[in-house]
C-alpha cells in the first residue's frame, strides 16, 4: 500500500468514532421526533417502522393546546432570562475580584467555587430545602431564581475570572487617570473587552436554567410554578396513559428553543471555554 493510501486508511478510521458517537447521540433524536408524526397505534405496531405510514401534526397541535402550557413557557423563559441576569451581576464581580485583587488563598477558594459543580443535585436538595423552609420562600418564584442563580454562578465565576485576567491592565490604569470608578472600569471596559466570555456564560447559565429539574420539583408545589422540563416529566401521570406522540412532541417543543440558541452561538462558546481556560 502507498504512503498516500495509508493516510487515507488513517483518516478514515479517525473518523470512524465520530460516526458511531454521532449515530449513537442523533438517532434517539430522530426516532422521537419521527414518532411525533404517528398515531400511538403506530408506536406499538410489530414490526417497528421509523418513518410513520402518513405525517400527521395532531401532537404539535395537542402540545399547544395542552392547559396552562404557555404559562409553563413563560415560567421557563423568565426563569432562564432572571437567574442569567442575576448570575451575570454576580460573577462578574467575583470574576473580577479573583482575576485583579492578589489577596490570600485566591487560588484556593477560586477552586473551591467550582465544589458545587462538582456534587450532585441530589446533595444539594436537603440542605438547600430545609434553608428556603427557614427563610419562607418554598413554592415561590424567588426560591427557584435563587436557586438556578446559584448553581450557575461558579462556572460563570471560574469562565470570566479567565478572561477578565487575559486583559490588559493598562486599560483600567488609563481609564483610572480619566477619573473613572471601579464600576464605570467594569461595565465600559473590562466587560465589553471580554464579550466573548459574557457570552459563553449567557449561553451556558441559559441552558443549564432552562434544562433545570430537581429544584422545581424539590422546591415547589404549585403548578402555577411549573416549567416545561417540570410538565414533561409530569405528562405520563397527567394523561394517564402513555401517549407517546404527545410525549415527545412535547419534548421536541422543550428542547428546540434552547438548542436554537445554543447553535446560533456555539462558536463562540467554545471558543469562550477554551480561551477562559488557558487564560485562566
Known sequence: MSVSGKMTAKKWLAWVPFLIFLVWTLLP?????????KTPLEIYQRPPSFLPNAFLVDSYRAVFQFPNFFTYLMNSVLLAIGSTLMAIAV???????????????????????????????????????QLFARIGILD????????????????????LAGFFKGIPESLEESARLDGAGLIAILFRIVL??????LITVIVVSAVQSWNEFPFVLAFTNSPR???LPYQLYLLRDTLGIEDWPLINAFSIVTIVPIVTVYLVFQNRVINGLVGGSTKG
Open 29 to 37: 433524536l430522530l426516532w422521537s421526533f419521527s414518532s411525533t408524526f
Open 91 to 129: 460573577s462578574s464581580l467575583a470574576g473580577y475580584a479573583f482575576a485583579r485583587y492578589a489577596f490570600r488563598f485566591r487560588h484556593v477558594l477560586l477552586m473551591i467555587v467550582l465544589v458545587p459543580r462538582i456534587l450532585p443535585r441530589a446533595a444539594l436538595v436537603v440542605p438547600l430545602y
Open 140 to 159: 415561590t418564584y424567588a426560591v427557584l431564581l435563587i436557586s438556578y442563580t446559584a448553581t450557575a454562578v461558579p462556572l460563570a465565576t471560574w469562565i
Open 192 to 197: 465589553p473587552v471580554a464579550l466573548p466570555g
Open 225 to 227: 410554578l411549573r416549567t
